[in-house]
């Protein structure tokens, strides 16, 4: 195995052999090799923003028709936190007839796994619109959808946000498994060379990047968004 | 939120006439109670008038205001607004027309203060130009200062400071009926007082018809130009004015409702010009000291007041000021407390009992004596009424 792993790490390296050899933390290695990091770390932001994206789409639908017959909560919770609980393993393995093998499978299942979060926060967010300003919105005229675009969810943004940070950062996560499902991304470079520790500090560190910068991206657009908050504060 | 509609709106630039409100047997039973909460409610509300709704917790003020913008469905019986049914409108442009303001105030917290009272006006679809003009003459209005206060967040503000936007957002498109649910009730006693007379002064230029609801005694007869007393079902104990309620109350329950020292409450709603005062004899120095006694004999008090050639009291003229051909310039007693035809005879009397005296000079807005203002006289005015207080703590038993 160790040998396996130094004949292929040779093939392309030649500088820090020593380091490579004992399998340590290399920094020449890792600097002649950062290339063969771009492209998996592009097809990992597609793989955490393309099902975030839809999974808000169809979370933030749900949550709206939910809003309107509250008995729906219950059973759109249920179908949602369901398909949460299904390792992803079995989740590709399930899609396969369906879909394949590729990045649609990975990214069916990553989406279904968005939806509980999100719904449930713009849930959450929808019912802590104070009732006060919801009965003034009411009796000053405001019809059902202007109370719905112009006072409750603004009102919900905060929460609706949370709700997303913690999605993305979980799919940035859950992403990294979709080369099970034969999608790219960062794991499947993991998985390449899963026991050279200088290829796995990158990958995995790359990985935290990426959900750092992106949980970053959503925490800028909500202080853009909710200046009454820090104004208030 | 920004609406760019370029339809007119339906009300004209200049004051909107107040609407008359008419309560027709207006019954509500909330689902799955066998009681009614509000039981066949009729009252008239003439235009430009404060109606307060006033009663004790859950006797149904609140639902029967709520009856009124249909933010609560009639069970029975017909509100007529303009003597027209609420019940043929469409809710929502119904709400548009009638100011709402309530204790909680709801003003949105994600929305600047201009932004919260420019939400009815672009509802309506006003123009900018034209919102952004109301907000500021709303602010000045409710004594806040536009350039402050506009791009505040309501969070920014102290709770009077948002009361007063409250009001102003209700005041938005100067509608001609206002609904205020305790819309000072959560403010303390010294800014609740400032509030109410502010909005009386207001209410004095905007003549708005007004649905006031408060359970507090004293607020309904300071605020109310007629006072609907609710009891507990809903049903309406009493519909009077303020005077009327207090000098005739129709039932135990309205008597023990505005309470034992209502004789005193009636001084509240009276001003000194409205009752009858003692003549007072003036004169001034230099004038003959028989024609002063003769003065003397026909008024009401065994003295007279010294005054000046402008006819403002100098002081209680002394017994030897007269001992000699002309008056003289001899004062036994300043002329204190100085009271005004204008002030509140509450008020009045409060300054008879801090200067230690049983009577005081009245003066008219020029400072020129107008009559003797005493404790008799208030007495007497306490006793007109059939049903009377004999001490103004004390309450005789009816029959
Ligand atoms: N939505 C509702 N469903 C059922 N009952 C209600 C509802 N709202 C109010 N009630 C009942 O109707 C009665 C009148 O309530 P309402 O709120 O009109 O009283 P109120 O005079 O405004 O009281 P308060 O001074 O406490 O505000 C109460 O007994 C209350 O419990
Ligand atoms: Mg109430």
């Known amino acids: ?233 | 939120m920004t609406e760019n509609s370029s339809a007119a709106p339906t009300d004209g630039k200049g004051d909107r006439q107040a609407a008359t409100l008419e309560f027709r047997e207006a019954t509500k039973r909330y689902d799955g109670q066998s009681e009614p909460a509000v039981d066949e409610l009729s009252l008239e509300v003439p235009a430009g008038e404060i109606c307060v709704l006033v009663g004790p917790s859950g006797c149904g003020k609140t639902t029967a205001m709520r009856l009124v913008n249909r933010m609560i469905d009639l069970t029975s019986g017909d509100i007529l607004l303009d003597g027209r049914s609420v019940t043929e409108r469409k809710p929502a442009e119904l709400r548009r027309e009638i100011g709402y303001a309530i204790q909680q105030i709801g003003l949105f917290p994600h929305l600047t203060i201009a932004d919260n009272i420019a939400t009815v006006p672009r509802l309506l679809g006003w123009d900018k130009q034209r919102i952004s003009v109301r907000i500021d003459e709303l602010l000045e209005l409710v004594s806040l200062e536009p350039s402050e206060t506009r791009d505040r967040y309501p969070g920014q503000l102290s709770g009077g400071q948002r009361q007063r936007v409250g009001v102003a957002r209700a005041l938005a498109v100067d509608p001609p009926l206002m609904l205020m649910d305790e819309p000072f009730g959560a403010i303390d006693p010294i800014n609740r007082e400032r509030l109410q007379n502010e909005f009386l002064r207001l209410q004095h230029d905007i003549r708005k018809t007004i649905v006031f609801v408060t359970h507090d005694i004293d607020e309904a007869i300071k605020m109310g130009d007629r006072i609907a007393i609710l009891q507990k079902g809903g049903k309406l104990a009493q519909f009077a004015t303020p005077a009327e309620l207090l000098m005739y109350p129709n039932s135990k329950f309205v008597e023990d409702f505005v309470g034992a020292d209502r004789a005193l409450k009636r001084l509240a709603l009276q001003r000194v010009r409205d009752i009858d005062l003692w003549k007072a004899a003036t004169v001034r120095v230099g004038e003959p000291a028989a024609e002063a006694r003769a003065k003397i004999a026909d008024s009401d008090l065994p003295m007279a007041l010294l005054v000046d050639d402008g006819g403002r009291p100098l002081g209680w003229l002394s017994d030897r000021a007269l001992g000699g051909e002309r008056v003289e310039r001899q004062i036994r007693s300043p002329a204190e407390p100085a009271v005004e035809l204008d002030d509140i005879l509450r008020d009045a009397l409060a300054d008879l009992l801090t200067s230690e005296t049983r009577y005081g000079p009245v003066v008219d807005g020029r400072g020129r004596v107008a009559g003797v203002l005493s404790l008799e006289v208030i007495g007497g005015f306490l006793h007109e009424a059939p049903v009377e207080a004999r001490s103004g703590v004390e309450l005789v038993e009816e029959s």
């Open chain 1, 1 to 233: 195995m160790t040998f396996d792993l130094i004949a292929q790490v040779e093939l392309r390296d030649r500088s820090g052999a020593g380091c490579v050899a004992e399998n340590g933390f290399c920094p020449d290695w890792i600097a002649d090799n950062y290339e063969r990091y771009i492209d998996p770390f592009f097809e990992h932001v597609l793989l955490t923003v393309v099902p975030v994206g839809i999974g808000f789409a169809i979370a933030f639908t749900l949550a709206l028709m939910a809003h309107r017959r509250q008995w729906l909560v219950g059973p759109i919770t249920g179908v949602t936190g369901a398909l949460y609980t299904i390792p992803s393993v079995a989740f590709f393995f399930l899609l396969q007839p369906l879909t394949g093998l590729g990045n649609t499978t990975a990214i069916v299942a990553l989406t279904c796994y968005t939806l509980l979060i999100i719904f449930r926060n713009v849930i959450t967010g929808l019912r802590s619109v104070p009732a006060d300003a919801k009965d003034a919105a009411r009796g000053m005229g405001l019809t059902d959808n202007q109370m719905l675009w112009r006072v409750e969810l603004p009102l919900a943004v905060p929460e609706l946000l949370a709700g997303l940070r913690i999605a993305t950062t979980t799919t940035v996560g859950l992403a990294a498994l979709a080369f099970l499902a034969g999608a790219g991304g960062l794991g499947a470079e993991l998985d390449r060379l899963p026991s050279f520790k200088s290829n796995v500090v990158v990958a995995g560190g790359l990985s935290v990047l990426l959900a750092a910068i992106l949980d970053l991206m959503i925490l800028t657009v909500q202080r853009l968004v909710t200046p009454w908050q820090r104004a208030s504060a």
